[in-house]
């Protein structure tokens, strides 16, 4: 069984997007990640994506993108039971380190020049942030990364 394929058979499902990305390399690169980790898709909010050449594993022949207007739009679309998670840096976001991921999640994030807007903050089900000894934002293709792989490590530990 590969990788890919003994993700896919664990229960519950994730994705991963980003809110009016700035760059698409930006959304490449999380896409690829998302890819590797097994997500059911990836999703932009308010912009488009157009593919970039880095894209050397032809990612969109195995995990869809879809794009959504703007964020009532995404939320209309969620799959049943499934919360929307803003991933950002907030007084009311849960510390990473403890978080446990819903068994079914997508994950919001925002572009690093601006973040998630307050009224997409309020939008989100939950709200988590990545604990890092700076106080900027990390780059928004990273931070999904990171997402992605703590809930691949505390899967593992269930």
């Keep these: 069984m590969t990788r890919r394929s003994h993700a896919r058979h664990g229960r519950g499902f994730f994705t991963v ?6 760059r698409s390399d930006n ?7 998302a890819s590797l980790y097994g997500a059911a898709l990836v999703f932009t909010v308010g912009a488009r994506y157009t593919r970039q050449g880095s894209d050397t594993p032809n990612t969109p022949a195995h995990v869809p993108l879809i794009h959504f207007a703007d964020v009532e739009d995404l939320v209309a679309h969620l799959p049943h039971g499934c919360p929307l998670v803003g991933v950002e840096l907030d007084e009311q976001a849960r510390p990473l380190s403890n978080y446990v991921h819903p068994a079914r999640a997508a994950y919001l994030l925002g572009a690093e020049d601006h973040g998630l807007p307050p009224a997409v903050l309020k939008r989100c089900h ?9 106080s900027w934002s990390m780059n928004v293709a ?3 990364t990171v997402i992605l792989w703590d809930r691949h490590r ?4 269930r």
């Design 126 to 134: 939950e709200l988590v942030q990545i604990e890092c000894p700076a």
């Design 27 to 33: 959304v490449g690169s999380l896409w690829r990640s």
């Design 17 to 22: 997007g980003i809110h009016q990305p700035k």
């Design 154 to 157: 505390k899967a593992g530990a």
């Design 142 to 144: 990273c931070a999904g």
